[in-house]
């Protein structure tokens, strides 16, 4: 029973861990900087990369100062920086850059204002409380723009993939719609050749027999000359009659088995072809989601 609670709480902590990793919040805590044991401001971004945070990080504040930034130790050193929605002194900025986790980048920062380190737990004055709300919005708007470029990013390619993805399905739905009918059409070619193949059967019966009773005739009319002649040219169009209907029972036959194979083949093929299309449903509809989760993201960022 003990060990089942353990399992529970741990997964609980993980999916609160999970959580976390994926929001954007804002926290104070003391650390450890080369200036000694100060109170830092602390921002989680979600799922961007270090190098890419660090380098808009320093360009950001470039902009603010004429003192290239330094880096000490792999801590970052931004001095004499103007931030009117902080201050109207100059400051010095110290920050670390770290990923503690592969979702999430953390920047911890130490304010310095005019010689002095400031905690907003310190806060005593109108001014105290403008700094530290300046601070909050600076870095929490940092991490937004941090996360929505990427999110942007990420969309781009979402929807171009989920393009491909869409295209792929539509191709295979055109492809799956022109074998059904290649198929319609040679299975309705096969059943009007047994049509015309059951007809042409009944007319070689009608011929053989017209043949076989034109021949006795012959024999009865053998001493009449001119009636032996004029029935040995029906009894020859007749068998021309015969030979051309047996070239056409040949002739559809032969279609027959060919058009058959084709069919057993297109058979396999449409089979093939729907297993792939159901592959395809279901990655345009993953596409769809990713589409979707990611918009909404940018949605609540934007707000």
């Known amino acids: ?129 403008k700094i530290n709300y300046g601070i909050k919005n600076l870095m929490l708007k940092f991490a937004k723009q941090e996360y929505l470029s990427l999110l942007k990013q990420n969309l781009f390619k979402a929807k171009s993939k989920f393009r491909i993805a869409k295209d792929k399905q539509n191709k295979l739905e055109r492809n799956h719609e022109s074998l059904l009918k290649q198929k319609m059409s040679l299975e309705l070619r096969v059943k009007n050749n047994l049509t015309e193949l059951q007809g042409l059967e009944n007319d070689e019966k009608r011929i053989i027999k017209q043949i076989e009773e034109k021949k006795d005739a012959l024999v009865n009319v053998r001493d009449d000359k001119e009636l032996y002649e004029i029935g040995k040219k029906q009894l020859k169009m007749l068998k021309k009659e015969k030979k051309k209907i047996d070239k056409n029972i040949e002739k559809y036959s032969k279609e027959n088995i060919s058009d058959n194979i084709k069919i057993e083949k297109l058979a396999k093929e449409i089979l093939t072809v729907k297993s792939q299309m159901l592959q395809q449903d279901l990655e345009v509809n993953q596409r769809s989601t990713i589409v979707q989760d990611l918009e909404k993201k940018i949605e609540a960022i934007e707000d």
């Not at 602390?42 to 004429?66: G, M, N, Q």
């Open 1 to 129: 029973m003990r060990t089942l609670t353990i399992i529970v709480f741990l997964c609980i902590a993980s999916i609160r861990l999970y959580a976390q990793e994926n929001i954007i919040r804002i926290e104070n805590d003391s650390i450890q900087m080369s200036a000694g044991m100060q109170v830092a401001y602390i921002v989680y971004i979600p799922e961007v990369t270090l190098s890419k945070t660090e380098h808009d990080w320093i360009k950001k504040f470039s902009r603010t100062t004429a003192t290239p930034a330094k880096n000490e130790s792999n801590e970052i050193q931004i001095k004499n920086a103007k931030i009117k929605d902080i201050s109207d002194k100059r400051i010095n900025i110290y920050s670390l850059l770290v990923k503690p986790s592969e979702n999430v980048v953390k920047i911890i920062a130490v304010f310095e204002i005019d010689s002095s380190f400031f905690s907003p737990f310190k806060t005593q004055s109108i001014e105290d409380e």
